[in-house]
C-alpha cells in the first residue's frame, strides 16, 4: 500500500485555516456590514418622522415625543460596531447610539445618554408616548438587508472561484 507523507503538514494545515478566516472575514464581513448600512439608514429615516414636542409630559397628558434636539442627538449618534465572531460561527455587527447629547441637567452633567434617550423614544416612559422607531426600521429593512447578504455573499464566491 502506498503511504504520501507531507512534510511540514501541520504549517501548511495552518495556512489554510488563515486562509479561510480571511476568506470569512472578507466575504461575510462585506455582506454583514452592507446590510447593516441598509438597516441602519432605514432607522435614520425613520428617526425623522418621530415626532416631536418640546413641552414637559405628565402621566396625564404625555409628551407625543422627543424634543427636536434630542432627536437630532439620536441621528448624530447612531453607529455600527466593529465585526465580532461569538466564538460558535457567529458574525455579529450592533447598530445603535452612542456618547451623549448636548442637553446637561444635574443628573446628566455630560449630556443624556443617547442609548437612554432611544430607549424611552422607543418604548415610551410615564411622561412621553412610544414611538417605536427602531422596531419599525429593523422590520421595514429585513427582506432588503437579507436579498443583500445573499446577493454580496454569491457574488464574492463568483469571484473567487473565477479567480482560482
Do not use: C, H
Request: glycine share 10%; charged share 25%.
Amino acid at each position: 500500500m502506498a503511504t504520501i507523507q507531507f512534510k511540514r503538514g501541520d504549517e501548511y494545515l495552518a495556512k489554510i485555516a488563515r486562509l479561510e478566516a480571511s476568506l470569512k472575514s472578507q466575504v461575510l464581513g462585506e455582506a454583514i456590514y452592507g446590510a447593516a448600512g441598509i438597516v441602519a439608514d432605514e432607522i435614520r429615516s425613520s428617526l425623522e418622522r418621530i415626532p416631536t414636542d418640546e413641552g414637559y409630559g405628565t402621566r396625564e397628558s404625555p409628551t407625543r415625543g422627543p424634543t427636536a434636539y434630542q432627536v437630532r442627538g439620536l441621528a448624530d449618534s447612531l453607529g455600527i460596531a466593529s465585526m465580532q465572531d461569538d466564538g460558535t460561527g457567529y458574525l455579529n455587527v450592533k447598530i445603535g447610539f452612542d456618547g451623549y447629547n448636548g442637553i446637561k441637567t444635574q443628573r446628566w452633567p455630560n449630556g443624556q445618554p443617547n442609548q437612554m434617550v432611544a430607549r424611552s423614544v422607543e418604548s415610551g416612559t410615564t411622561w412621553m408616548k412610544k414611538n417605536p422607531f427602531v422596531r419599525k426600521a429593523v422590520t421595514a429593512s429585513r427582506k432588503r438587508a437579507l436579498e443583500y447578504m445573499k446577493d454580496s455573499v454569491d457574488r464574492s464566491i463568483e469571484e473567487i472561484m473565477e479567480g482560482d
